[in-house]
């Protein structure tokens, strides 16, 4: 139970820091002769004895949202920058959902822990 909990929380933890990662960078400005920031989204696989791991992180468009921004010092000449094509909604989402898996795990993890400890009181009685 604890390996597949660990598994699980190692898996939501890298799912949080992308997401982290996309949101503080949602506004990241990148000149057209540039990629834009790639969003990082986590590709998560079962495992055979019920865990999970991160298969790959897969990146999103590098071609990003162009936008007309010609006060931008990054502007092209026709004044066009680059932006990331992240959805802030669908982040916050996500967000909210590896946040309460993760959540579900540390009490999985803290449940296993206090019955083996309850186990090993009842074998020194």
Do not use: C
Request: glycine share 8%; net charge neutral; no cysteine.
């Amino acid at each position: 139970m604890l390996r597949i909990a660990s598994s699980s929380l190692g898996m939501h933890q890298t799912w949080l820091d992308a997401l982290a990662n996309n949101i503080a960078n949602i506004n990241t400005v990148r000149p057209m002769s540039g990629k834009a920031f790639q969003a990082q989204m986590v590709d998560a696989q079962a495992r055979p004895d019920g865990g999970v791991d991160v298969a790959s992180i897969v990146y999103g468009d590098p071609n990003g949202r162009v936008t007309y921004s010609p006060d931008n010092p990054l502007a092209d000449a026709n004044g066009y920058v680059r932006l990331p094509d992240i959805d802030m909604g669908s982040q916050m989402s996500q967000l909210v959902m590896a946040q309460r898996g993760f959540q579900a795990q540390v009490q999985v993890t803290k449940t296993a822990q206090d019955t083996y400890s309850s186990a090993l009181q009842i074998g020194r009685s």
